[in-house]
Every structure is written in C-alpha cells, then in structure tokens.
C-alpha cells in the first residue's frame, strides 16, 4: 500500500466515523452548527487579519484550500469569493461535504491524489489557504511538496496562508511517545501482515481511539528553515510567520512572480 492510498483509506474511515469530531474536535458531537461556526471563528481569526495586513479583498478572486473535509471553513470561503477549489484525498469527506452544500455551485470539490495539486492549473487563483492538514501528512517532505504547489497555483502577486507543525518540543512523556508510535506502527503492515484490526481493538481495550494513531494523524514536523527555502524557490515571499517552535505555526506571504 502506498503512502497516498494509506492516507486516504485512513480518512475516509474516519469520515465514514466522525468527520466532525477528527476535522475538528473542539466542538459538540454531531453539531453541524457549531462545526460551521467554528470555521467562520478561524477564518475572522486567521484570514482576515492576513488579508488586511496584505490589503487583499476576496471579491471576485478564488481560493484554493487544501484538505477541506466536509467544507469546515469552504463554507466561509463561498460567502466572500467567487470560487472555490476544495481539494481533498478523501471521497467520503468529499461526498459528505457535497451533501452539506447542495447548491453552493461556487464550490468546486476535486479529489485529492497525497502528492500535489495537479488538478489546478499553474497561476490559476488568487488564494492559497491550508490549516490542520500539513501537520498530518506522513512525511516532511510530502508537506513541504505541498507548500510548493500552494504557490504554484497562485497567481504573480497572490496571497497565501497555512498552518503547519512546528513543534521542537515533545507534547507527552516517553511512555506516551512509546505507546503511540507502537500503535502508529501497527496501522500498516508488518512483514506483509495486516494489523489494523487486531491493533484497533487492543488500542479500544487501553481506552485509546485507534484512528488517532498512524503517521497520517501524527505527521511530519517541519522545520522553520526547510519550509523558508521552499518558499523562497516557488518564488514566494514571507510577509509573516508566527508559533514558531509549536503544533499552530503559520507562515504567509505573496507570490512574487
């Protein structure tokens, strides 16, 4: 099983769970009203103080936002843009996301394939947003391919913002590190042998959520100075940067050229 099929089987499971609760767990089981609330509380939060900083009015542009879900803050995106690519390597969040905006035809809802953005042409938008999806990408360098296309779709002097994982400092003791990446392993084969089931049940019996395990729930760390450099060479320009040393890091900026 590839890298890409690992992270979209362990998505849609989750999707097919709880998109809710693992998109965003700060909110009441199953509350669909305040899942969208707290998309519009990040974009005031996140968004607009970038666009203000930068003078940059969505109306009439168009955004691409990579790793949407089921539309948490796409939602948000279509009452101010004129398009939005909501791009995804999950169809099961994408089919729950389509039913949640039945008649938003501003939206546009692609597929994903765990490695760029392909479907997005180059300079094809004026937005570029990600936030709580780098952080749970298996590898460094799967996230920092990313940040590239991020740019690459971006038109000369368009704008983005995402959030990736910057944490130089362990979150749990050792024991806690040992038990999760016990578990992290198991979400993949062994010597060929699928342990993902047996490895579900023993994580239910430890009182542990088996889908918070495996390395597309805990992702690549990146390093401030890796994430500069590909910036730099996708001919983009930091204008801000901020938690570094922290899981909420941002970084955004314009494309030059």
Known sequence: MTIAEQMRRDWD???RKDPFRYIYSDVPTGSAEAFFASGE????????????QLEFDPAGRTVVELGCG????????????????????????????????????????L?????????????????????IVLQHMPKPEISLGYVTELLRVLR????????????TAPTM???????????????????????QAPAAKLAAKLGLDPLHAGRTWHGAVLETSALLETVRRAHGTVSGLSGEGTGTAWCFGRRTK
């Open 156 to 167: 000369p002097g368009g704008v983005f913002c995402f959030q990736f994982n910057n944490r």
């Open 111 to 131: 597929l994903g394939d765990g490695q760029g953005l392909g479907m997005v042409a180059d300079a094809a938008v004026d937005f570029a947003f990600s936030f």
């Open 13 to 15: 499971e989750r999707a």
């Open 41 to 52: 509380a990040d974009y005031l939060r996140f968004v607009e103080p970038v666009f203000r």
């Open 173 to 195: 003791n050792w024991k806690g590190r040992m038990v999760w990446r016990f578990f992290d392993r198991l979400r993949e084969p062994v010597l060929g042998i699928p342990l």
């Open 70 to 109: 089921v539309g948490r803050m796409t939602r948000s995106f279509a009452r101010r843009f004129r398009g939005v690519y909501a791009i995804d390597i999950s169809p099961e969040m994408l089919r729950q996301g389509r039913e949640l905006h039945p008649e938003d035809a501003r939206i546009v809802w």
